[in-house]
């Protein structure tokens, strides 16, 4: 059973910084491909950054050059480190496995950027 517990979130201030987290268990994690994606008050869900089981990664242009995705496959855990944060990137925060037709999702972390 693959599971998916995010943690990090929290109240941070315009121009503050957060590091979310992604644990997954399970025996898949290295082969698999790991996204983050956020969820706002009355808004689709959205990706906004994906690294693969071979270290390739893809930003959303929203958050390109303030967040960054990271892996570390010993510790079958997924970073996004967010810097520079605005009020619109307030969100739940989900990450997501995919391998093959396989797709996981945890239960999300809230974060909040608030003066």
């Known amino acids: 059973q693959v599971q998916l517990v995010e943690s990090g979130g929290g109240l941070v201030q315009p121009g503050g910084s957060l590091r979310l987290s992604c644990v997954v268990s399970?025996?898949?994690?290295?082969?698999?491909?790991m996204d983050w994606y956020r969820q706002a008050p009355g808004k689709q869900r959205e990706k906004v950054a994906g690294i693969t089981s071979g270290f390739n990664i893809w930003y959303a242009n929203s958050v390109k050059g303030r967040f960054t995705i990271s892996r570390d496959n010993a510790k079958n855990t997924v970073y996004l480190q967010m810097n520079s944060l605005k009020p619109e990137d307030t969100a739940v925060y989900y990450c997501?496995?995919?391998?093959?037709?396989?797709?996981?999702w945890g239960q999300g972390t809230q974060v909040t950027v608030s003066s």
């Open positions: 997501n496995l995919r391998r093959n037709s396989d797709n996981y």
């Open positions: 399970g025996s898949i994690f290295s082969v698999a491909a």
